[in-house]
């Protein structure tokens, strides 16, 4: 089975800078590409920031200030966020595209970690 855990959540000031991590566990899996997509109150859930081939893309609300990056030695996904507002408050999920012998490709999404920016 493939799992992702997310952490580094919390409560920071606007300004602040946070970084938000996902590992991907278990065995038997290829990961093609990571994300972090979001959720804010009373909003559907938004893509943030995506890596896949060595190509990046973020969404235009948190360009210039939001940094995803990858390990792939040890399967984890980062998302260093600075200059952060108020409207990043979200939930914010890890994404992972995963190839897994005899399942296939499929996406799989973590818990959820709560990130709130707030003075």
């Known amino acids: 089975q493939v799992q992702l855990v997310e952490s580094g959540g919390g409560l920071v000031q606007p300004g602040g800078s946070l970084r938000l991590s996902c590992a991907a566990s278990?065995?038997?899996?290829?990961?093609?590409?990571m994300g972090w997509y979001r959720q804010r109150p009373g909003k559907p859930r938004e893509l943030v920031a995506t890596?896949?081939?060595?190509?990046?893309n973020y969404a235009d609300s948190v360009k210039g200030r939001f940094t995803i990056s990858r390990d792939n030695a040890k399967n984890t996904v980062y998302l260093q966020m600075n200059s952060l507002k108020p409207e990043d408050t979200a939930v914010y999920y890890c994404?992972?595209?995963?190839?897994?012998?005899?399942?296939?490709?499929?996406?799989?999404w973590g818990q959820g970690t709560q990130v709130t920016v707030s003075s």
């Open positions: 278990g065995s038997g899996f290829s990961i093609y590409a």
């Open positions: 890596s896949s081939g060595g190509t990046t």
């Open positions: 994404n992972a595209n995963i190839w897994r012998l005899g399942v296939g490709r499929h996406d799989y």
